[in-house]
């Protein structure tokens, strides 16, 4: 079943914080984050795992709340390269396929 | 460090064909997995390969196979395409145990079916 991200767009000014959110129903082992800019690939951001464990960007930081199978990536003080969509993938075991969201567009401007 | 790359970059083909897409792994990983991305829409998980044999399926029909060779490297196959096919194909790769390591992925293929 596919997270559920909010808000699904958002447009901030340079300097600006922002909070993209990512839930799931199911109970969940992992959530992942990539950034897409227009016309490249995902990139990689932050893995958060069950247990409290992060692996990621050192300028990005994020939440798990376990109990609640929600996600939070915190942006702060943005630029403008960190427009573009954001997706959070969702996993329910170390094996399992991931699943992602349909994306929060993220725009910054001068 | 060459990363994840794919090819062809763009492809057009007509309905009804079949299709060839190709991807080879950023050096060190072994595990090739297939994504399906229409406009707007998030990536949709196609199938895994690990160790030449496809390890988890998503929901796609059977008209969508793939291989991936000694080398890693894969190959995805669609055949009988339909209208609806149209999409960017991307491959990512990454160590074993999905869960905890980070997936790479390539710059896609952009399929076209008229």
């Known amino acids: 079943q596919q997270p559920v991200q909010s808000p699904q767009a958002v447009i901030l000014r340079e300097g600006e914080d922002a909070v993209i959110n990512c839930s799931s129903s199911k109970a969940l082992y992992s959530v992942h984050w990539y950034r897409q800019k227009h016309g490249e690939a995902p990139v990689f951001l932050m893995i958060l795992l069950k247990g409290g464990e992060q692996k990621g960007h050192d300028k990005i930081s994020a939440s798990f709340n376990e109990k609640k199978q929600q996600s939070s990536l915190y942006l702060t003080a943005s630029q403008l390269s960190y427009s573009g969509t954001y997706f959070c993938?969702?996993?329910?075991?170390?094996?399992?396929?991931?699943?992602f969201g349909p994306g929060t567009s993220l725009s910054v401007i001068p | 460090d060459a990363g994840v790359t794919q090819s062809p970059t763009h492809l057009i083909k007509t309905r009804g064909q079949q299709v060839t897409l190709r991807c080879s792994p950023k050096?060190?990983?072994?595990?090739v997995s297939w994504y399906q991305q229409a406009l707007g829409q998030g990536p949709q998980f196609i199938f895994q390969y690990y160790e030449e044999e496809e390890r988890q399926r998503g929901n796609f029909p059977d008209r969508f196979s793939g291989h991936q060779f000694p080398n890693y490297s894969s190959e995805l196959n669609v055949n009988a395409l339909l209208l609806g096919d149209s999409a960017l194909y991307l491959c990512?790769?990454?160590?074993?145990?999905?869960?905890?390591?980070?997936?790479?992925f390539g710059p896609g293929t952009r399929l076209t079916v008229t």
């Open positions: 990512a790769s990454s160590l074993d145990a999905w869960g905890t390591y980070e997936q790479y």
């Open positions: 993938g969702t996993i329910k075991t170390s094996y399992d396929k991931v699943i």
């Open positions: 050096s060190g990983h072994d595990t």
